[in-house]
T-cell receptor, first 113, second 113 residues
Framework: GAVVSQHPSRVICKSGTSVKIECRSL??????MFWYRQFPKQSLMLMAT?????????EQGVEKDKFLINHASLTLSTLTVTSAHPEDSSFYIC?????????FGPGTRLTVL | GEDVEQSLFLSVREGDSSVINCTYT??????LYWYKQEPGAGLQLLTY?????DMKQDQRLTVLLNKKDKHLSLRIADTQTGDSAIYFC?????????????FGKGTTLSVSS
């Protein structure tokens, strides 16, 4: 099946710093990518939908200035958590839309100290 | 809004069948999905069913769809300890950004030997 990678898989940062997470579709082109956030023992919460070459569409309650999304090519979308705080600590998962479904990356564990 | 409900826990013995149930609300969902998540990992697509189908079988997995009751189930035959994971049901729905997936909270399957 289609492969989606995320980098880094785990990141620990100090409060106030910014962190960039990359999501790549490795063997297919994805005009649409999605970013999810998952809290422990919770479901995935859709944060935003990213379309190549246009601005991301954010879900209600997600701060667009806090979570910057860039989808500059058909195989790469980035999520930047700006001025991260401990409450931003979470598991961030991206997915890329393929022919018949979404293919998920392995996730990035962000810990903000 | 759209909602997907699942029971939170299921415990079975190795070799038994597991049945995980899910209800959804969006009657216009084109596809319904089952994903598996192992600890600390991303989501793995297990199987999906098109909304005009009643049943789909794929090796040990059987998906049943009752569109009238908006009920979806996943049966795992001959459950193994390696099947222990969280299983997410998801429906496809249209939002302002296009098609998105709405996930249930996940069912934790525990398989004892």
């Amino acid at each position: 099946g289609a492969v989606v990678s995320q980098h880094p898989s785990r990141v620990i940062c100090k409060s106030g710093t910014s962190v960039k997470i990359e999501c790549r579709s490795l063997d297919f082109q994805a005009t649409t990518m999605f970013w999810y956030r998952q809290f422990p023992k919770q479901s995935l919460m859709l944060m935003a939908t990213s379309n190549e070459g246009s601005k991301a569409t954010y879900e209600q309650g997600v701060e667009k200035d806090k979570f910057l999304i860039n989808h500059a090519s058909l195989t790469l979308s980035t999520l930047t958590v700006t001025s991260a705080h401990p409450e931003d600590s979470s598991f961030y998962i991206c997915s890329a839309r393929g022919m018949d479904t979404q293919y998920f990356g392995p996730g990035t564990r962000l810990t903000v100290l | 809004g759209e909602d997907v409900e699942q029971s939170l826990f299921l415990s079975v013995r190795e070799g038994d069948s597991s049945v995980i149930n899910c209800t959804y609300t969006d009657s216009s969902s084109t596809y319904l999905y089952w994903y598996k998540q192992e600890p600390g990992a991303g989501l793995q697509l297990l199987t999906y069913i098109f909304s005009n189908m009643d049943m789909k079988q794929d090796q040990r997995l059987t998906v049943l769809l009752n569109k009238k009751d908006k009920h979806l189930s996943l049966r795992i035959a001959d459950t193994q300890t390696g099947d222990s994971a969280i299983y997410f049901c998801a429906e496809s729905t249209l939002n302002q950004a296009g098609t998105a997936l709405i996930f249930g909270k996940g069912t934790t399957l525990s398989v004892s030997s």
